[in-house]
């Protein structure tokens, strides 16, 4: 049964920084485009960066410039350093591998609040 494991969420203070992590077991992790969204209360699912299978990267505006988006495929693990964290950016946030077929991870909280 394939699994993505979403690691690495909490609560920061605006300003601060986070790493999420997401181990994949049971893919070739290397021929998967991977994905990070986040949904916040009431509002749609949405894609906040994106990793290609040669390492090309794709961000939304929001959060372009403050959230960086990697992969070890030794490691079958993809990577989302977040700096610069705002109150906005509070959320839970999913891994997807997209290739043949699309997987889905459980989510992590990300609460970003003084």
């Known amino acids: 049964q394939v699994q993505l494991v979403e690691s690495g969420g909490g609560l920061v203070q605006p300003g601060g920084s986070l790493r999420l992590s997401c181990a994949a077991s049971?893919?070739?992790?290397?021929?998967?485009?991977m994905n990070w969204y986040r949904q916040a209360p009431g509002q749609q699912r949405e894609r906040v960066a994106r990793?290609?299978?040669?390492?090309?990267?794709n961000y939304s505006d929001s959060v372009k410039g403050r959230f960086t988006i990697s992969r070890d495929n030794a490691k079958n693990t993809v990577y989302l350093q977040m700096n610069s964290l705002k109150p906005e950016d509070t959320a839970v946030y999913f891994c997807?591998?997209?290739?043949?077929?699309?997987?889905w991870g459980q989510g992590t909280q990300v609460t970003v609040s003084s």
């Open positions: 997807n591998a997209a290739w043949t077929r699309t997987y």
């Open positions: 049971r893919i070739i992790f290397s021929n998967y485009i």
């Open positions: 990793i290609s299978t040669g390492g090309s990267t």
